[in-house]
T-cell receptor, first 112, second 116 residues
Framework: SQELEQSPQSLIVQEGKNLTINCTSS?????LYWYKQKYGEGLIFLMM?????EEKSHEKITAKLDEKKQQSSLHITASQPSHAGIYLC????????????FGAGTQVVVTP | EAQVTQNPRYLITVTGKKLTVTCSQN?????MSWYRQDPGLGLRQIYY???????DKGDVPEGYKVSRKEKRNFPLILESPSPNQTSLYFC???????????????FGPGTRLTVT
């Protein structure tokens, strides 16, 4: 079955530094979502990618989907305390697009 | 305001006492879904609905029921809750789910359920 592998599991970054989170699938993706979650709270939609090679940016966050549509990265430039939280990637299953899978999440801690 | 609402937000109950968690969206979305989130296991899909009267199992449907009689509502029913259903539950909705296009999923605020 298709699974989404997210890495790293967690990371600590100093305020002002950049960080990158990766999300990898063993199968071609129909679409890829990135969400942010504060601990124990709801998920906030960040970006959605559909086309191979697509790149989207919002404020200091950039997400890319590779040409083969099997890997996505989320890059945060000049991290701030507001960027702390859990980042999750999600995608429709290739065998049933009503079913969605999510990566295990990456916990981001931003230190002063 | 476009939103997905869930009720209750917090619930403590006892084993075997039937309960329903409601989910409602005001965006006229066709697709709705329920997830549970557990430490170390991530977010897992319980059930989903492609449209009214169309529901299907996700990855962890055991012990749960759903219904979709109206477009806006998608309640999650636990007929006989057990302690292993203690979890954080999320409802989500999307314009549509299709192979050709992906649409943003809007998530509710979550329901924290404890079964003793």
């Amino acid at each position: 079955s298709q699974e989404l592998e997210q890495s790293p599991q967690s990371l600590i970054v100093q305020e002002g530094k950049n960080l990158t989170i990766n999300c990898t699938s063993s199968k071609t993706l129909y679409g890829l979502y990135w969400y942010k979650q504060k601990y124990g709270e709801g998920l906030i939609f960040l970006m959605m990618l559909q086309k191979g090679g697509e790149e989207k940016s919002h404020e200091k966050i950039t997400a890319k989907l590779d040409e083969k549509k099997q890997q996505s990265s989320l890059h945060i430039t000049a991290s701030q305390p507001s960027h702390a939280g859990i980042y999750l990637c999600g995608a429709p299953r290739t065998d049933s697009w009503g079913k969605l899978q999510f990566g295990a999440g990456t916990q981001v801690v931003v230190t002063p | 305001e476009a939103q997905v609402t869930q009720n209750p937000r917090y619930l403590i109950t006892v084993t075997g006492k039937k309960l329903t968690v409601t989910c409602s969206q005001n965006m006229n979305h066709e697709y709705m879904s329920w997830y549970r989130q557990d430490p170390g296991l991530g977010l897992r899909q319980i059930y989903y609905s492609m449209n009214v009267e169309v529901t299907d199992k996700g990855d962890v449907p055991e012990g749960y029921k759903v219904s979709r009689k109206e477009k806006r509502n998608f309640p999650l029913i636990l007929e006989s809750p057990s302690p292993n259903q203690t979890s954080l539950y999320f409802c989500a909705s999307s314009f549509r789910a299709s192979r050709d296009s992906s649409y943003e999923q809007y998530f509710g605020p979550g329901t924290r359920l404890t079964v003793t």
